[in-house]
């Protein structure tokens, strides 16, 4: 059965986790990929499945490149996964139940990052975002550099199944990853004029870590959610140490 769903996906040297991604989809109508300049295998991957077509695009940005996939998409439903993101089975059965009840127009989902080979404990706290929507309600802020989000207007539900994130296999990747989004969201917190505060810079990193171990339960989580909390909070502090950075060039 093909679900009558368009899946779109950017991607850039998403060669290792690819594969999964795909198979988790291969029974949706169609799957749109936009590629930045993938040295990989990411072209002969994607080429494997018949419901995938995988074109070229120069970075736009976050939400820029992503709303140039959606664009592409046919089918009036759209998931947007990551090239490092399997859809579980769960999910999956929401999607058709919810594309088959058409009652609402989006699903915020779980998104369950995989740190160090290892998911978050059941009971921990994920971050949720809308993946799957109706096209015509949802659209990116392109003013937005990072951390981009479908703005839906409609009515959005919780799912309950998750999408599985493994792109932060190792220490050294969420630590690279987080130095190059605190550079994006400094610029775009200056561009928008906001202000460096030094007691927010002195308390953002203590109060990060907190909100993550414990409110959001990475305690659970053994050794792994302690190092993953701690990297947490040093990317809040990072944000504001970039915003200040700012600022002062800016008096310059």
């Known amino acids: 059965m093909t679900i009558a769903c368009s899946v779109y996906i950017v ?51 976050y939400a820029a490149q992503k709303s140039l996939a959606l664009a592409q998409c046919q089918q009036d439903w759209v998931l947007n996964l990551d090239g490092d993101e399997v859809l579980s089975t769960e999910l999956k059965l929401e999607i058709m139940q919810t594309i088959a009840e058409n009652k609402i127009d989006a699903l915020i989902t779980p998104i369950n990052d995989v740190f160090l080979g290892v998911a978050n404990s059941k009971h921990t706290k994920k971050h949720a975002k809308t993946r799957f929507f109706r ?56 561009e928008k004029g906001k202000q460096a505060s030094i007691l927010k810079l002195m308390l953002v990193m203590p109060l990060t ?22 990297v947490n909070a040093f990317y809040a502090f990072l944000k504001e140490a970039k915003l200040f950075e700012q600022h002062l060039k800016d008096k310059k």
């Open 11 to 61: 991607t850039l040297n998403c060669a290792a986790w690819l594969q999964k991604t795909l198979e988790s989809v291969q029974d949706f109508a169609e799957v749109i990929i936009l590629d930045s300049g993938s040295t990989d295998q990411t072209y002969a991957i994607a080429a494997a499945f018949k419901n995938v077509r995988i074109s070229h695009q120069d970075w736009q940005g």
């Open 135 to 190: 096209k015509a309600k949802g659209h990116y802020d392109l003013a937005n550099q990072v951390h981009e989000q479908v703005i839906v207007d409609g009515i959005s539900q919780r799912a309950q199944g998750d999408i599985f994130h493994h792109g932060e296999s190792s220490i050294f990747i969420k630590v690279q990853k987080n130095n190059q989004y605190s550079e994006l969201k400094a610029q775009e917190k200056f």
């Open 209 to 230: 870590f907190f909100k993550s171990y414990f409110i959001r339960r990475s305690c659970l989580n053994g050794w792994r959610g302690f190092v993953n909390s701690m």
